[in-house]
């Protein structure tokens, strides 16, 4: 399996309970989240099956997207929608997520 994909995966599961917790407070909030978690994991995977240009720009994209989403889970901290503490593991895994995205963009030759 496509490891970038994986971790995609990995950080929906991640933030499914804090979407759960931020709509009860901020439906547009945890909705942004939720369709940019998504888009990341769906350009990520689709960016695997490009080749070229395409494929750097679907990879671009998923990082652009994974990047809002780990900003929405920042934000929904900030307005203590969720404890820092619940975020911590989806925010790691944005992190991982968006390095592994970053060298797929620019490969070592």
């Not at 945890?30 to 494929?55: I, V």
């Not at 203590?80 to 970053?102: E, H, I, S």
Request: proline residues 3%.
């Amino acid at each position: 399996m496509f490891e970038a994909l994986s971790v995609a995966r990995e950080f929906i599961v991640a933030v499914r309970p804090l979407v759960a917790q931020i709509e009860l407070r901020d439906k547009n909030l945890a909705d942004q989240l939720r369709r940019a978690a998504t888009s990341a994991a769906l350009n990520t995977a689709e960016g695997n099956r490009r080749d070229g240009r395409d494929r750097a720009a679907r990879f671009r994209i998923a990082a652009g997207e994974c990047a809002e989403a780990a900003t929405a889970v920042q934000v929904a901290v900030d307005w203590g929608y969720v404890p820092a503490a619940a975020a911590t593991a989806a925010l790691a895994l944005a992190d991982r997520l968006c390095a592994m995205l970053w060298r797929l963009r620019h490969p070592r030759r």
